[in-house]
């Protein structure tokens, strides 16, 4: 290859690296743009990442009061048959068992009630620190693939403009490692 040649690939690569590094940098504006939205919403979603203490409180007011109603209406039936019966047998058994029922189910309730709630500020904190790492952790084998540029054809610039190394020989030493690792890749 004529010196010519070899300075027009150089000036080529050249050229391309600048539009990647241009492109790169708008990709960084749009990045910190985007970051300067979401992040503190992010630290607001770890610093609380559960139910407000209103939430809370409607969500248990309302299961509770949902079994509550269940309860009353069990009681009102036992009442009305002892009303129409006129007889109390086993009206005061069925009264203390479901006295007895209703706390139990009272107490799984508050039980299932708090599980939900760790649950889903375990949810939300996760979601935030998912969120965090896409902000600030950055995939350069996705960011290379999203501009069609292998990683290892990256360095063939570099070894191209070094002294004593031509092109070819920097394409070839390029060519032979990517094709060295993909046995690898299979495996």
Do not use: C, H, W
């Not at 990256?154 to 070839?172: E, H, I, P, Q, T």
Request: proline share 2%; hydrophobic share 40%; charged share 15%.
């Amino acid at each position: 290859m004529g010196r010519g040649a070899q300075a027009a690939t150089q000036q080529a690569s050249d050229q391309e690296r600048a539009r990647i590094n241009a492109l790169n940098q708008q990709f960084l504006g749009e990045r910190s743009q985007i970051g300067n939205l979401l992040l503190p919403q992010y630290q607001d979603i770890l610093q609380n990442p559960g139910l407000s203490a209103a939430a809370k409180a409607a969500v248990t007011g309302q299961s509770q009061g949902a079994l509550a109603s269940a309860f009353d209406a069990l009681q009102q039936a036992a009442q009305n048959r002892l009303a129409r019966t006129r007889n109390s047998a086993g009206f005061g058994e069925l009264a203390d068992e479901l006295a007895r029922q209703r706390g139990r189910d009272e107490a799984n309730l508050a039980q299932q009630n708090e599980l939900t709630f760790s649950n889903e500020a375990y949810r939300r904190r996760m979601n935030a620190l998912q969120g965090l790492s896409g902000l600030f952790g950055v995939d350069t084998s996705l960011l290379g693939r999203s501009l069609g540029i292998p990683a290892d054809l990256l360095n063939v610039r570099a070894n191209a403009s070094r002294s004593g190394a031509g092109f070819f020989s920097a394409l070839g030493s390029s060519l032979g490692n990517t094709l060295g690792a993909v046995p690898g890749m299979f495996f």
